[in-house]
């Protein structure tokens, strides 16, 4: 009887507790306020949706269609009493203000309310973040299970930190096709990124028709196809097909421009000049300083070097010339064409990495220098931004330039990206310019992102935990200069979609919370944990992350008496370690690493797999004794 009273207490204590403690709420970004409530709310076919305000149209087909298809219920419209409730507030909430939200799940309801369309699509999407996994899928066991799907009760209201909230996407070291360009749109939105920049030209591909400037695409949009390490391959033969590449026609431009608005992105161009021009020089090889030069788009082989510790050269001049009135002709007519494509306040001219050997031997620009009193390479490099400061200007556009566009003065009104770290953005906001904060040590992603023997080879690294610590506002700025914060994806390495995406995530969720969620909710555990569960989410909408977070950080030291000793530290908390040196595949049972481990004299490999809760993460990762050596601090 005793035992029988016990079960009973037992069952109903653990039924009450599965009552109140539905799934915890796992929203990337993370809002600035959740209150979680008690209960939940059933989906169940046949619900209702209201809407009030106007132009709101577009967003609400996009979540009936999307929650249509991850629930197979089908919201019908009626005037009240709606199982879905939204409305636009009209600006009667200003602590919302043009991008916040309130979003209310109750037992019986969900409300979402904001002042301005963006703010409704925005709490959409954090609503979507509530549905079970599984409604990221496709497949049929949605069908089976929508009548049991459950969603928290929660309150969360929620604003961005920042206004500019920026990924960039390099269309030109390799081509992505328009289609490519909508999946991207639609997997940045869905963590609240709001601003597209596409890197639209470079020395490996001209990606935008110029219908004044046939050539441009004609000669500059392709290149023979390679598909071997970058930096790795011998120069084109000249009879060697063009068989890569591609551009975004006018038609193109327009679609996706739509596309990204009716999603709340704004798309940034970036024509980049005067260096990283080799494409354009390759349809009008007289617009470069070095006549007789042989131009084509580059395939990938080197034609720079970057000595440690040294300035970077060019061993062959892929620059525009500012002495030659015909380039800012021409890029009259380029910039006019922009500007009637893309609708968003700014342009972005590039300005980075101007290689400035060709430079200093050029008779047009020795003479340049001579008639308009400039000193040295970096006053001539500013003349030639402010003559395009003043061409982008003429179009009605505002002008961004990397921060390189500061040296030898800025151009009035020009606008900094910087990406140096954050030292070229701080100087340009001290000037009262304004900034986006995009430096390399937190936000470029084209690096590796864990254990370097076994991830895809790039110069330098960057971890998850280092883009999370990004923080675009310096304190000693004023914030009204800081636009925001951008992540970059350069894809030299990077030649098709799916590894875009293994790039991409996580680490872009750490700059998404970076520039979304209040500085106060930033927190490193918590955000693993709610990573892990949009990797859930992730694998039921097929898209492709990167688990290098789990990899563990090895390095080794020399102990006392002169051994080598593993060192190994790691970035996710409540993970175990463990090794084995005798070449076989370890798992859970072997040694776990917890302190500098001396290794005996005859181990060849360090082999490790990680475990959290029991379970394998990440990969394995074997490490030679001859690399470990190389890596004593
Ligand atoms: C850059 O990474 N060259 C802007």
């Not at 220098?369 to 970096?378: A, F, Q």
């Not at 151009?411 to 904060?437: D, F």
């Not at 520039?515 to 990573?531: G, I, L, T």
Request: glycine letters at 6%.
């Amino acid at each position: 009887m005793k035992k029988l009273f016990v079960f009973v207490v037992l069952s109903v204590s653990v039924l009450l507790l599965t009552a109140q403690d539905t799934e915890p709420i796992h929203i990337i970004p993370n809002p600035s306020s959740v209150i979680k409530g008690n209960g939940e709310l059933t989906l169940k076919m046949g619900m209702t949706m209201s809407v009030e305000g106007e132009g709101i149209q577009h967003v609400i087909d996009q979540f009936k269609e999307r929650f249509l298809k991850a629930t197979s219920i089908n919201l019908s419209i009626v005037p009240s009493k709606a199982d879905f409730q939204f409305s636009l507030l009209k600006d009667t909430d200003p602590s919302l203000g043009t991008e916040g939200y309130r979003l209310e799940v109750t037992a019986s309801n969900v409300i979402i309310q904001a002042n301005q369309p963006a703010g409704l699509f925005y709490g959409i999407q954090s609503f979507l973040q509530l549905l079970p996994k599984e409604t990221e899928s496709n497949t049929a066991l949605r069908k089976k299970k929508a009548g049991a799907w459950k969603i928290p009760v929660v309150t969360i209201t929620d604003t961005p930190r920042f206004g500019w909230r920026g990924l960039m996407f390099d269309v030109s070291r390799h081509f992505f096709t328009k289609q490519e360009v909508k999946q991207f749109i639609d997997e940045m939105v869905r963590y609240k990124f709001n601003l597209l920049h596409l890197h639209l030209t470079d020395d490996q591909g001209w990606r935008i028709q110029i219908k004044s400037l046939p050539q441009l695409t004609d000669v500059g949009a392709w290149r023979p196809k390679r598909e071997g390490k970058w930096a790795n391959t011998p120069d084109p033969a000249p009879d060697e097909p063009k068989n890569y590449g591609g551009f975004y026609t006018h038609e193109d431009i327009k679609e996706l421009v739509q596309y990204a608005k009716e999603r709340f992105v704004n798309i940034l161009p970036e024509i980049d000049i005067p260096g990283h021009s080799m494409a354009m020089l390759a349809a009008f090889p007289d617009l470069s300083a070095t006549p007789g030069t042989k131009y084509w788009v580059n395939a990938g082989e080197k034609f720079m070097e970057w000595p440690a510790g040294a300035h970077f050269y060019a061993l062959k001049d892929n620059n525009l010339s500012p002495a030659n009135e015909k380039v800012y002709q021409v890029l009259d007519k380029v910039f006019t064409e922009v500007a009637q494509l893309f609708p968003f306040e700014y342009i972005h001219m590039g300005g980075d990495e101007t290689a400035k050997n060709f430079w200093e031997k050029s008779e047009e620009i020795k003479e340049l220098m001579k008639r308009e009193n400039l000193k040295d390479m970096d006053a001539v490099q500013s003349y030639f931004v402010k003559r395009v400061e003043k061409i982008i200007r003429s179009k009605g556009k505002k002008m961004m330039g990397w921060d390189e566009i500061l040296e030898g003065g800025l151009a009035e009104g020009a606008s900094v990206m910087s990406w140096r770290g954050m030292k070229g953005g701080i100087a340009a906001a001290k000037a009262n310019h304004t900034v986006v904060m995009s430096p390399t040590d937190f936000a470029y992603l084209d690096y590796y992102q864990g254990e370097k023997t076994v991830e895809p080879p790039v110069y330098a690294g960057l971890r998850l935990q280092k883009a999370y610590q990004f923080d675009p506002l310096p304190d000693s700025v004023d914030p009204k200069f800081i636009l925001g914060g951008q992540a970059n994806l350069w894809t030299e390495q990077i030649q098709n979609f799916r590894t875009v995406q293994y790039m991409l995530w996580p680490r872009a969720l750490a700059i998404a919370e970076s520039v979304w969620s209040p500085k106060e909710r930033k927190n490193w555990a918590d955000f693993v944990n709610r990573v892990e569960h949009q990797f859930d989410r992730m694998n039921h909408a097929k898209i492709r992350y990167s688990t290098a977070m789990y990899d563990p950080i090895i390095s080794a030291r020399y102990d006392a008496q002169k051994n080598l000793a593993l060192v190994v530290d790691k970035e996710i908390p409540d993970m175990d370690i463990h090794f084995s040196i005798d070449e076989s595949n370890p798992d859970h049972t072997y040694r776990k690493y917890t302190d500098p481990y001396t290794l005996p004299k005859d181990v060849a490999t360090v082999k490790f797999v990680c475990y959290k809760n029991g379970k394998q993460v990440g990969r394995q990762i074997n490490i030679s004794v001859e690399e470990l050596k190389k890596r004593v601090r």
